[in-house]
């Protein structure tokens, strides 16, 4: 079975320090793997894929995530939290060989608070 | 500008009534889908269409109805027979769901309130 798993449902950080946002997937074979960003009463935005090239992927706005297969983590991290980035944040996986019906799981999301 | 439109932003509603929320996208994308989102939750899948003509229900389809006439346009009617119709509603798309490595496109959502 395929599944995503979001660790923390809701993640606060002070302005100026690092920040992580975990994220756990259970998949038969190598999937592709997505973080989207979400601002209040918007739709989502695509922070970064992972697609079975480079393990550490970087995106949007100082945003990056490193594939870990061993863990079966795909993590999102920023060095300095800005206060624009306070947001809903989703995984998603898409695993390679699922076919049939719709193949992309998403996380229930975790909720960045930004501390001034 | 290539991307995904739904109107309205903001939609009020009576009871008993249905309403259909509009979503249309110039991205040539095959793959299209409807989602939504209740406060401090995930996205729940409504239907989702990998080619004209063609849908297939999502995880809570009850209640709801589409329709996939053109490749860019993928209605969707809230009927009275929904029980708890309220919610943000997320329309996406995708360039093809025959390949893993592509991401879905999110439309600006709708919020639609029924008292």
């Known amino acids: 079975a395929q599944s995503v798993t979001q660790l923390d449902s809701h993640v606060s950080v002070s302005e100026g320090t690092p920040v992580l946002l975990r994220c756990n997937y259970s998949s038969s074979y190598s999937p592709s793997l997505f973080w989207y960003v979400q601002h209040p009463n918007k739709g989502l935005q695509l922070l970064l894929k992972y697609t079975s090239a480079a393990t550490l992927v970087k995106g949007i706005n100082g945003f990056e995530a490193e594939f870990k297969k061993s863990e079966t983590s795909f993590h999102l991290t920023k060095p300095s939290a800005h206060m624009s980035d306070a947001a809903e944040y989703f995984c998603?996986?898409?695993?390679?060989?699922?076919?049939?019906?719709?193949?992309?799981?998403f996380g229930t999301g975790t909720r960045l608070t930004v501390i001034p | 500008d290539g991307g995904i439109t739904q109107s309205p932003k903001y939609l009020f509603r009576k009871e008993g009534q249905n309403v259909t929320l509009s979503c249309e996208q110039n991205l040539n994308h095959d793959a299209m889908y409807w989602y939504r989102q209740d406060p401090g939750q995930g996205l729940r899948l409504i239907y989702y269409?990998?080619?004209?003509?063609?849908?297939q229900k999502g995880d809570i389809a009850e209640g709801y109805s589409v329709s996939r006439e053109k490749k860019e346009s993928f209605p969707l009617t809230v009927t009275s027979a929904q029980k708890n119709p309220t919610a943000f509603y997320l329309c996406a798309s995708r360039r093809s769901r025959d390949s893993i490595s592509y991401e879905q496109y999110f439309g600006p959502g709708t919020r639609l309130t029924v008292t």
């Open positions: 269409s990998q080619i004209v003509n063609d849908f």
């Open positions: 998603v996986v898409s695993p390679l060989g699922e076919t049939g019906a719709n193949n992309l799981f």
